[in-house]
């Protein structure tokens, strides 16, 4: 496995070793302990899927503890933009976000520990998207960091993107008080 630590500390971008012949291919998509020793331990609990047409735009969510989650996601079919967003108070990437281009060719995968809002946008008719989260989820819990807000400066790489009402009505950065 090829692993890139991003700019902001406990990001990860990790790139399967795929074997691959006229029949097809095979690859690890999880190894609890492969994994531990780059990520530290971390117990997933649920998976999550979804299905995205090209240009929807799902995001910035996170869950407020004690529910936050952990995310390692990926794409099984299509391709998206993945972002997250360092919500950790005392980080000094606070506020900053990292982008990822996730696509099921080369099927990578984009660690998101607990402390960030995380979003992605589909390029691709389509896109399966994948989450193994280390928490289950709690609607109760759940926050929205406007996915445009202008101090984030994030390049989503895309015009008119197609957006739930819940997403256009997240919080504005500058507004919101962090719970991590």
């Not at 095979?26 to 047409?53: C, K, T, W």
């Amino acid at each position: 496995m090829e692993i890139e630590g991003k700019k902001i500390n406990g990001l990860f971008e990790l790139s399967p070793k795929i074997f691959g012949d006229s029949r097809g291919f095979f690859l690890e998509s999880f190894h609890a302990s492969r994994y531990a020793q780059i990520l530290g331990p971390v117990n997933f609990v649920q998976d999550n899927m979804s299905s995205s047409v090209k240009g929807v735009l799902r995001g910035l969510h996170f869950q407020k503890p004690p529910f936050s989650q952990g995310k390692l996601v990926s794409v099984i079919q299509g391709s998206v933009l993945d972002v997250a967003v360092d919500l950790r108070k005392n980080s000094p990437t606070f506020g900053q976000h990292e982008t990822v281009l996730l696509t099921a060719e080369k099927k990578n995968q984009f660690w998101i520990p607990e402390g960030f809002a995380h979003g992605f946008v589909a390029l691709e008719d389509n896109t399966i998207f994948c989450y193994k989260c280390t928490n289950y989820y709690h609607p109760e819990a759940e926050e929205t960091i406007l996915w445009n807000d202008r101090t984030l400066h994030i390049d989503w790489q895309i015009e008119d993107p197609i957006i739930s009402d819940k997403d256009k009505k997240g919080l504005i950065f500058a507004d919101f008080e962090t719970p991590f």
